[in-house]
Structure formats: C-alpha cells, structure tokens
C-alpha cells in the first residue's frame, strides 16, 4: 500500500539532500510532499508546500522575515507554520509518516513540528545534534533521532547511505499498520517505586474489569508524556496515584514535569482519580550533587544515583495549596483521595520519611483550598500501598468510567 511521507526541511540550503530522500521515497512506491521552511534564499528543488506559505501561516511574510534578519524568530515563525500546515493535512490524513533532515536549524524547526504531532504517527530526524542531548528535540513524543555521523552538507557515500536508511525507517513505520479496533479503553496511570504496591494493585484490579492501564514512571518525562497522550485523546481515564513531579518543580529537584503537570486531564474532561503519592519527597543525583542549601535537610541515599530529600511542612502546604487549584480547574469528574497514613514506602513509621506534621500540612491545605463543589475529596485511614486505598481508589475510578 502506498504511503505518503511530508519531508521537512530548508530547500534553499538542503535542496540536493532532499531531493535525494525524494527520490529514495518515490523509488519506493511512496509519495513524498516537500515542505519548505527555508528562508535565507530561493529553494534548490521545488517544494509541494512552498516557504511563503509556511511564513502565511505564521502570519507574517518571507519578506518580512528576510527583512527582520534574526534567525532564531524567523526559525520560531516557520515552526509555528509549519506545524498549522501539518495538522491541517493530518486531519485529512494527507500524510503516513514525517521526515526531517538538516543540522541545529532545521533539527528544531522538524521536531518543533513533530512534537505537535500525535504519539504513533511515524516521526524520523536525521540530525548533526543527535549525538549529543536529545531531550530539547524529543520532549516526549516517540521522535527517532538518527545521527547524520556528516554534516547535511551535499552528497556523498556516508550521506546517501544515512539519508537512505532513514527513508527506509520512514517508510517501513509508514506501512506499519496496527488496528486499534479490539483494545479496550485505555487508562494511565503514574508510579515511582514507593508507591509501586498501590499502583500494582489499582492496575490489577482495573484490568480485571477491562481496562488496559499504561504506567507512566513520575521521572518528568513520564509525567510529560502522560500529559500528551490525554491531549491527545488516547486516555479514557487517569489513576494519577503519584503527583510527586510536583515536589521537584516546586523545591528544584530534577525530575519536575513543567508546571502544567496536571492540566491535561482538566482541560479535556478526562475523568481522574488524583492522590498525593510521593509528595514526601524531592529528586537529586548522587549525594554529592545536592545543592548546599540543601545539605542540613533529612536526606535519604535511595541508590547511588537518586537522592531522596524531605519535604518540609511548609513544602507540603504550598504542594497542597498548588494541587488543589489544578483540580479545581478540572472540566471533567475529578476525584482526590487522601492516604491518611502515609504517601510512599518510605513515609511509615519507623521509615527514614515519616514526618506526621509534613503530612498532616499537606492534607490540611488540599481540605482548605479544595472546592467541594467541583472536586469530591475522598480520605481514607489507610497507607498509600495498603490494598484498602488501592481498591478503594480502582472501585471510584472504574465508578467514573461508568458514570
């Protein structure tokens, strides 16, 4: 079956390069559509889409851009029009598959648009920056980085060879086809390894009454990505047992999610059941990367790798007053369950994390500033990891789903 393939690139400095991955398609039995987002000059090969309707759809002109010379709010222009093109042909599934091909410039204009893209969709990047960190191109979408080992500078043996595995990726995920017309509704759910108990349990208990759960680890980029499968409108529902993210966004640890964590599943009505699991504690690297601000607080070495650092009462209250205004803003049902007796592993008595006031200062400010009207808060007597809050929690999420 054929395919298409959108190409993205600047085709008045990339034009040979192109229209070699253009050929390589066509050779192929696809259809490849050339997207130009060029802007210093006249493209080398003819595009389908042409730079100046790029630069329409960002509502300006080349002309304009030319004009300005900044490079980086011509680059942010292009992007930006670029990716209204794509969604506007995607809705009519005009294309199977992106590729884009170039070096920091075209690298951030590509993945700028692929990221805009929907998880599955087939997104190839040939890049010089794909050695290097990848995170600012990938964010979290399933974009495939492959490292153009040369500079996207002309042919030659090494580039044609790169370009031509790349077309072979692009092409081969394009005629992948994998029907969704048997799986059950999907529910996402977030863990870290002191809350895995719950969350086994909770996925347990909704598999078996037909679910599918898909388990985001709260790393931030877990969290990231959770988020984007709901805009996206995969989830049916969310068990969002592990809202930790939250700490390092607010303290400053490592593994924070952005501070639009928790907004997906309000915004699209996607029914949550939201718990405060893990909010004991913040996310550093060795012991010896934890700042000196930090240096008095109660520290717990989880392995070589991962410090784990305390939430303070404080802390907690400002995690409980910034929860509550995220749910409060929900459009859809939303529920809050409180584990009165501990929110990890390690927040039990006798563990390193057992703060009751902590604690207490969390659950005290998620009460007060809490709509009742919008937001049903749930509080039971037991600890995160017990079967009872997980059952509990499962048995009000599947009562959404049905509702």
């Given amino acids: 079956m054929s395919s298409t393939i959108l190409l993205i690139g600047t085709l008045d400095t990339k034009g040979e390069e192109f229209a070699f991955a253009r050929d390589q398609i066509e050779a192929r039995g696809h259809t490849a559509v050339l997207l130009d987002v060029g802007v210093l000059g006249a493209p080398t090969v003819e595009p389908t889409i042409p730079a100046h309707e790029v630069a329409k759809a960002a509502g300006t002109t080349l002309e304009a851009l030319r004009e300005a010379n900044d490079r980086g709010a011509a680059m942010d222009a292009m992007t930006e029009g670029a990716t209204a093109i794509a969604r506007e042909r995607l809705d009519t599934h005009a294309f199977d598959a992106v590729l884009g091909l170039g070096g920091s410039g075209n690298t951030a204009v590509a993945t700028g648009v692929m990221r805009a893209l929907p998880v599955g969709l087939p997104k190839v990047m040939v890049s010089t920056m794909a050695s290097g960190d990848t995170a600012p191109y990938v964010g979290a979408k399933d974009i495939t980085m492959m490292y153009s080992v040369v500079d996207i500078a002309g042919l030659n043996r090494i580039a044609r060879q790169v370009i031509g595995n790349a077309v072979g990726a692009a092409c081969g995920m394009a005629e992948q086809s994998i029907s969704a017309a048997d799986d059950k509704p999907l529910v996402a759910a977030t863990m870290f390894g002191v809350t895995t108990p719950c969350v086994t349990a909770v996925r ?190 499962a048995t009000r999420l599947i009562d959404l789903l049905d509702g």
Avoid at 281 to 295: E, K
């Fill in 204 to 393: 347990n208990h909704l598999e078996e009454e037909g679910y599918e759960v898909v388990t985001f680890h709260a790393t931030g980029s877990g969290g990231r990505a959770m988020e984007g499968l709901i805009e996206d409108g995969f989830i049916a529902g969310v068990a969002d047992i592990t809202t930790t993210e939250w700490c390092d966004e607010l303290v400053g640890g490592v593994l924070s999610a952005g501070p639009t964590r928790l907004d997906a599943a309000g915004q699209t009505g996607t029914p949550q059941v939201v718990s405060v699991g893990a909010l004991d504690m913040v996310n550093f690297g060795p012991v010896d990367t934890v700042p000196d601000a930090f240096q008095e607080r109660t520290l717990y070495q989880h392995n070589a790798q991962v410090t784990l650092m305390r939430t303070t009462p404080e802390e907690n209250a400002e995690l409980g007053r910034i929860l509550a205004e995220k749910l409060n803003a929900a459009t859809g049902p939303t529920v809050l369950m409180l584990p009165l007796r501990g929110v990890s592993m390690i927040d039990a008595p006798d563990e390193p994390f057992h703060d009751p006031a902590a604690d207490a200062a969390l659950f005290d400010a998620l009460r007060e500033h809490i709509n009742p009207t919008s937001v049903e808060l749930v509080e039971v007597d037991a600890h995160i990891n017990d079967k009872a809050f997980a059952n509990a929690l």
